[in-house]
């Protein structure tokens, strides 16, 4: 009996002493204050504020196995705090004299290891088997996080450079001069930072720099492991400043490719006789045709010139033709810009699409030389049929108004232009009620003036010689009737005893 409970007690002592041996490895290993071997610290990379994709690779794994927690969480602050203060020189010209330097954190680089602190403090956290467990399972992988802010980098590089984002290009200019000489002034181009492609190239310069076999940790950047905190890193990435050119809109060689070679046609007008509200009229329209560029097959429409003036310059009281009849009005004199224009449109062989004769005789013009315009009934248009562009100037001068067309055409091939009358037309009779006038006589207001039926014809030649001849209109212009009194009631007087009322059409002026 003696001896089963002294083997009884051999055995409880023997687990005891196993147990307490068995504790005392498990808390020396949970009191453990380094770091499980082959634990590394692994770098990843995030860029915010991008719209375009950069591919980053992994930073360059810090080895912090067998440190202990304390020395390891300073060792990957150093690396962090030496990443952030790593130089990176932009590099504007070859004489170095507007290179700028900056830091990654001051180009909005911030590496956080935060997380990697937080993962080794876990070893010290809890009892001690959960100190053990979390020694048991520790990953041996903690993260080494960079963040690049692309808002805060182009700030930086703005800082540096960002004045050249205010120049603008300068276009290119074709400048007619005084003497009707064509001169070209080329223009100039504009430089943008190129933010974007800077960005790119810093993000992959120092993604190469902090990678697998990159200079970054292996001793050249002032820490092999084990350098001193502070030490400064070795200046060792160059970005050249990146500019993209911005053209102007007009270039040279789009403008020389226009072929506004030389002045092709002018004509002349005078309006010396007017009063100040029609040479007001005239100059104005005038001044909105000047420069007047026509596309080719552009369909030039003096309506879009009016519309113009009255909106920046308004027209003047000025006599306009109401229904045939000369009257003071708005805007009178604006058709002497418009059959100018048509007489030098003739001379280089245009035709019109739409064109109509005054329906009185102009004094500026002979006989179906003339374009009128009604707002909203009559235009007058044509078409660029020359191939290349066609610029209209004009220019007021002593109470005279000459159109020049600017174009291309051959130097050989000119125009001539003549009209005839083919026919009279009698003044007609307008009678209106007065009872002034005794019954069966009549009294004469005023004598009527002939009409006149116009041929207008274009020749065409080459080399001085005429090769062809052209009826290009065939306009008529009312008689102006002879007015009499009469007595009211007489025979053949309208409804009212007057003329019928017509619908007014306003030539040579616009509506109120």
Excluded at 212 to 224: A, F, I, R, T
Excluded at 291 to 312: M, N, Q, R, S, Y
Excluded at 340 to 359: K, P, V
Excluded at 449 to 478: C, F, H, M, Q
Aim: with cysteine.
């Amino acid at each position: 009996m003696k001896i089963r409970l002294h083997v009884v007690w051999m055995l409880i002592a023997g687990i005891l002493f196993a147990g307490a041996a068995g504790w005392g490895l498990v808390w020396a290993y949970a009191s453990r204050d380094t770091v499980p071997k082959g634990t590394v610290a692994l770098g990843n990379a995030e860029v915010s504020g991008s719209n375009s994709t950069i591919k980053l690779g992994g930073l360059r794994p810090i080895a912090v196995g067998g440190l202990r927690i304390d020395d390891a969480v300073r060792l990957l602050q150093r690396r962090a705090s030496q990443l952030e203060s790593l130089p990176v020189t932009f590099a504007a010209n070859d004489t170095n004299t507007q290179n700028q330097t900056w830091t990654l954190a001051e180009l909005g680089v911030k590496a956080d290891v935060g997380k990697a602190a937080a993962e080794l403090a876990k070893l010290r956290e809890g009892s001690v088997w959960q100190r053990a467990k979390t020694r048991f399972h520790f990953s041996g992988r903690l993260p080494f996080s960079v963040g690049w802010s692309k808002p805060a980098f182009v700030q930086k590089v703005r800082s540096g450079w960002g004045y050249l984002n205010a120049n603008e290009p300068a276009n290119a200019a074709r400048i007619i001069t005084s003497d009707d000489k064509i001169v070209y002034r080329p223009g100039s181009d504009a430089y943008r930072l190129d933010e974007d492609a800077m960005f790119a190239s810093t993000v992959e310069a120092v993604d190469a720099y902090t990678a697998p076999g990159g200079q970054w940790g292996d001793g050249s950047d002032g820490d092999s492991g084990a350098a001193e905190p502070g030490s400064p890193p070795v200046p060792s990435i160059r970005i050249p400043v990146a500019l993209r050119v911005v053209h102007p809109d007009v270039t040279l060689a789009r403008l020389k490719a226009e072929g506004v070679d030389r002045k092709i046609a002018a004509f002349t007008t005078d309006f010396s006789a007017s009063g100040a509200g029609r040479a007001y009229n005239v100059t104005m329209t005038a001044k909105t045709l000047n420069d007047w560029d026509l596309a080719p097959g552009e369909t030039f429409d003096f309506g879009k010139v009016i519309e113009l003036t009255t909106e920046h310059y308004g027209y003047r009281e000025a006599p306009v033709i109401v229904n045939g009849v000369l009257t003071p009005g708005i805007g009178g004199g604006i058709c002497q810009v418009s059959s100018t224009l048509y007489n030098a449109a003739l001379l280089i062989g245009l035709d019109m699409t739409e064109r109509r004769n005054h329906s009185l005789p102009v004094s500026y013009l002979p006989m179906g030389r003339d374009a009128t315009f009604a707002e909203g009934a009559i235009n007058f248009r044509f078409k660029n049929t020359t191939g290349r562009h066609l610029i209209i100037r004009t220019v007021v001068e002593g109470r005279k108004l000459t159109v020049k067309l600017f174009g291309s055409m051959p130097a050989n091939v000119s125009y001539a232009l003549d009209s005839k009358t083919v026919q009279v037309l009698d003044p007609p009779i307008k009678e209106v009620a007065s009872n002034a006038v005794p019954s069966g006589s009549k009294q004469l207001v005023s004598s009527g003036k002939p009409g006149y039926v116009v041929e207008t014809y274009r020749t065409k030649l080459v080399n001085g010689k005429a090769v062809s001849r052209t009826r290009i209109s065939r306009d008529t212009y009312k008689a102006q009737p002879a007015v009499y009194r009469v007595a009211p009631g007489t025979p053949g007087l309208p409804p009212g005893g007057g003329t019928r009322p017509k619908k007014e059409l306003i030539e040579d002026g616009i509506g109120e």
